[in-house]
């Protein structure tokens, strides 16, 4: 080693140190006494899950969630990242505080916003039952898993809009022209050219905030409680007054952590392939 | 086929800028260069005829029938971009086929029209390449096989050469010209760059504010400009404002030039324009003064650059301060210089054209 690297280390160590502290202490240990107390039965709690009606029952609960609330988040950010995107600078700040706002509000806001508004009593529940619209159909739809779907959208289009802004701002749009001279329509300019364009983002972006609805709980518990059966709330059940059973809780977020990092990971590789491909040599 | 654009006006809105009054007639097979300064309207004139915008009067016409109205998809015309615009996720092959994808073309088919187009342009080897792996002159020469592959009616070039190197400008030249002849369809080129338009085209629209100041073959647009201002943008050029004093003579403020003076009456204001070509070193003649022999001048040079087969001089005029600009084949000092009353041109004076 040179000297000036000897010098260097004490240096690196100092700067690294706060960070690999933080690692260690908020995720390797958690992570870590997880993992223990899921071995401490030799696997079983693992095996027990898989054999239980409620923990599929709720991983499928969760897995349609994740998809409804992602697919929708993605569906409604994308047009409004391309309109933001052609906005003035100074219409288009406005524009994004606003739609950053919903990010800052904790998910029990957003519940018991949901319950006011669309509740058995919500003020837009009466305004519905007006026009004569059931208020049993309407809570019934808000206390359901799509109910959920929805009150998640309105923290996870947000994020789409933030993911998806930079690309569609990027987007060459001289791309749709060229394909207009050739002969293409509006409709297959956007098909044959914008799209796979966006594609790797409209995925990360998918998987993202999927992965954020599969794992959320605080505005699942507050908005329908035990009444749908998801992952995360089966894991508050498992380890909240009425339920210690660790290495079953373990076991399940195991489960979870494992769904959202492959969810991720899929999201990612892909982007990769996309770039891969664009710099291909044949 | 032809093209004709009729008296076309466009505004952007709220602002000043647009094309004003344009109208130039392409033939078959002709290639009409259109050039001018940034800014000078002439890239809205090309989107005005491939359809990306709409004139706010006036009328464009292919093979005299009117296109005013009919949308971009539907004009049939390739056009080439300053940026190439290549799709970056379709291979070189599917971007020359994409045309004809849209049109319903068959893949077999496409496929073997788009590679004999790659070959044409001579990238067959590259089919299955993705255009961010290639150069600038290759994606350019995939996007000129992208805009004909489909026989359009009229080719558009959009500063198709400007990104390029030098070099490889001046090949690439060649090879539209070439493609566009074999072809035989009319093209519209816009380009900054006064060289290639005339080495290019068969005619060429000089543009400036959104006006056409004059449209007239290459040949034409240099030996008889019609303003100062084109024989200023086309060519190097020594332009003087003077008066015609006699039947022979015009007075150039330092000195009086023998010339002939055509339709202009004595006592009019014209522009004087020398072009450096037909400004001639002379072996220093021993006794005469420069007096004596009109067109005349002797003095130091101001600055001398050598060009390679040319050297650029500036002449500054004994007991003048005018700088006369000329150019030589030749190594030798030079000290004294003559201009043939024949070269000497007079234009209207200031910018206004004649018509």
Not at chain 2, 139 to 157: D, I, K, S, T, Y
Request: hydrophobic content about 50%.
């Amino acid at each position: 080693m040179s000297a000036s690297q000897n010098r260097k280390l004490p240096l690196f160590l100092l700067l690294a140190a706060p960070g690999f502290i933080t690692l260690a202490m908020f995720f390797v240990l958690p992570l870590g006494s997880v993992l223990g107390s899921l071995v401490q039965d030799g696997g079983q709690a693992l095996l027990r899950l898989w054999q239980d009606p409620l923990f599929l029952r709720g991983l499928q609960g969760s897995v349609m969630l994740a998809i409804t609330a992602g697919a929708l988040s993605v569906i409604v950010g994308l047009p409004v990242a391309f309109k933001l995107a052609r906005m003035k600078e100074s219409a288009r700040l406005l524009v994004m505080f606003c739609i950053s706002l919903p990010l800052t509000f904790s998910g029990l806001i957003v519940a018991y916003g949901f319950i006011l508004c669309f509740g058995r009593s919500g003020f837009i529940t009466l305004l519905l039952a007006e026009v004569g619209v059931s208020p049993e159909w309407v809570a019934g739809l808000v206390y359901s898993p799509v109910g959920l779907a929805l009150a998640y959208c309105y923290y996870l289009i947000p994020r789409v809009v933030l993911l998806l802004l930079p690309v569609v701002s990027n987007f060459d749009t001289r791309l749709l022209t060229a394909a207009t001279s050739l002969g293409a329509s509006r409709f297959a300019a956007l098909r044959d050219v914008l799209l796979p364009e966006m594609m790797p983002t409209l995925k990360v972006a998918f998987f993202l905030v999927a992965a954020v609805a599969f794992g959320a709980y605080g505005t699942a518990l507050a908005l329908v409680g035990s009444q749908v059966n998801i992952l995360p709330l089966l894991l508050y059940s498992r380890i909240s007054d009425t339920g210690s059973d660790f290495p079953q809780a373990a076991a399940i977020s195991l489960v979870l952590l494992g769904v959202c990092s492959l969810m991720m990971s899929v999201a990612e590789m892909s982007a990769l392939r996309h770039e891969h491909r664009k710099h291909a040599e044949n | 086929m032809s093209i004709d654009i009729e008296q076309c006006n466009f505004q952007y809105p709220g602002t000043g800028v647009g094309v004003f009054d344009v109208s130039i007639n392409a033939a078959q097979g002709e290639l009409i260069a259109v050039i001018g300064a940034s800014g000078s309207g002439k890239t809205t004139m090309l989107k005005l005829v491939a359809g990306f915008e709409q004139p706010d009067s006036g009328c464009i016409r292919v093979n005299g029938q009117d296109v005013t109205h009919v949308p971009a998809r539907e004009r049939n015309m390739g056009v080439v971009f300053q940026s190439y615009a290549l799709f970056p996720l379709m291979s070189c092959l599917d971007n020359v086929a994409y045309p004809l994808k849209i049109r319903g073309v068959s893949q077999a088919e496409r496929h073997k029209r788009a590679l004999a187009m790659l070959d044409r342009v001579g990238l067959g080897a590259f089919a299955r390449r993705f255009p961010g792996s290639m150069s600038g002159g290759q994606q350019q020469r995939v996007a000129l096989a992208r805009a004909l592959v489909f026989n359009p009616v009229v080719l558009l070039l959009d500063e198709p050469l400007s990104a390029l190197d030098a070099g490889l400008r001046v090949e690439m030249r060649s090879q539209i010209c070439e493609l566009q002849r074999e072809h035989g369809i009319t093209a519209l080129h816009v380009t900054h760059d006064q060289e290639e338009a005339l080495s290019m085209a068969t005619k060429i629209a000089l543009m400036h504010q959104g006006r056409i100041v004059q449209l007239a073959s290459p040949q034409e647009l240099y030996d008889n400009p019609n303003s100062r201002l084109v024989a200023a943008f086309v060519g190097q050029a020594n332009l003087w404002e003077g008066t015609v004093t006699s039947q022979s003579r015009v007075d150039v403020g330092f000195a009086t030039l023998a010339c002939e003076i055509g339709a202009y009456k004595e006592g009019a204001a014209v522009t004087v324009l020398v072009r450096p070509e037909h400004v001639q070193p002379l072996q220093e003649p021993a006794s005469a003064s420069p007096g004596l022999c009109p067109n005349t001048f002797r003095g130091p040079l101001a600055s001398d650059t050598f060009l390679g087969a040319l050297r650029r001089f500036e002449l500054a005029a004994e007991g003048t301060s005018a700088r006369i600009l000329g150019e030589t084949t030749a190594r030798t000092p030079v000290g004294c210089i003559h201009i043939d009353p024949h070269h000497v041109r007079l234009l209207p004076p200031g910018d206004i054209p004649l018509a």
